[in-house]
């Protein structure tokens, strides 16, 4: 159950992660850096688009179509295993970010902070950030290696074709 639960996160990570990838960027004053404080910049909302989520297809994108890409069952075994090892490893990750993020925001809520404590915390979130992107990159590569071109062709017909979410700005929330 607890797997199925990380493989649920993950995949709505990944599908969150698309999603917002596939975003035209907002017309508008040219973007400026994020304000002091980590407070969102009101002249662009949106992160810029992801120039690898067209070349790439979301587990659960592929799970859900396994019987109309007709994968085999070697495939299906192999996605599966790898999507429960990523997933582990993931919620391995997520704790981790977290515990330095406290650390970060304990060393940030001084009246006064020490720039160099400060940075050197910054780069052990940002390692683990980074880490995350890898093993979502890896993950997909690997899945989209298993997959032969015909059933890439099917997906990448599924996925250009995806309904925009709910509250995106061609898709406004009723």
Partial sequence: MKALIAV??????V?????VAQQPPAPGPAPRPPQA???????????PPDPLAHLLFPPDLIMAHARQLNLTEEQKQFMRAEIQKTTATFQDLQW????????LHETM????????QALAQLDKVLDIEREIKRLHIGLAVRLKNRLTPEQQEELHKWHDHQPP??????NPAP
């Fill in 37 to 47: 404080g980590g407070m969102p910049n009101p002249n662009h909302p949106h992160p």
């Fill in 96 to 103: 981790k970010l977290q515990d330095q993020m406290e650390s």
């Fill in 109 to 116: 809520k001084s009246t006064s902070v020490n720039e160099q």
């Fill in 8 to 13: 649920a996160f993950i995949a709505a990570f």
């Fill in 165 to 170: 979410m709910p509250g995106h700005p061609e």
């Fill in 15 to 19: 599908i969150a992660t698309v999603v």
